[in-house]
């Protein structure tokens, strides 16, 4: 008899889908407890409170670097960077 069979194929087949229903099921059940307990509305919050401290950090700082960028902008004539420095002499 050949290992593999139609047989084994079936076996197969019915095993893999039995275990995606088990998963899918226990998704499901999880969904519905992670609502019942609020998870979702914890998970909210602290994604807004997240966002909020990005606000208030985060962004006056790039500004801030961008108004110091534009105050002192980076010429050519003060040489070059190290990494062109690196590339020309075959370092990079």
Same mark, same amino acid.
């Given at each position: ?14 095993g893999?889908?039995t ?10 059940? *999880?969904? $519905?407890? @992670? ?7 914890? &998970? +909210?919050?602290?994604?807004? !409170?997240?966002? *909020?401290? $990005?606000? @208030? ?7 801030? &670097? +961008?108004?110091?960028?534009? !105050? ?21």
């Amino acid at each position: 008899m050949h290992p593999f069979s139609s047989l084994a194929i079936g076996i197969f087949v019915a095993g893999y889908i039995t275990a995606r229903w088990d998963l899918v099921t226990r998704l499901y059940e *999880l969904a $519905f407890f @992670a609502w019942d307990h609020g998870v979702v509305t914890r &998970a +909210a919050k602290a994604f807004s !409170i997240i966002s *909020l401290i $990005f606000a @208030a950090l985060i962004l006056p700082l790039e500004r801030l &670097a +961008a108004n110091e960028a534009n !105050i002192h902008p980076r010429s050519p004539k003060h040489g070059i960077s190290a990494r062109e420095q690196l590339r020309r002499r075959g370092s990079l």
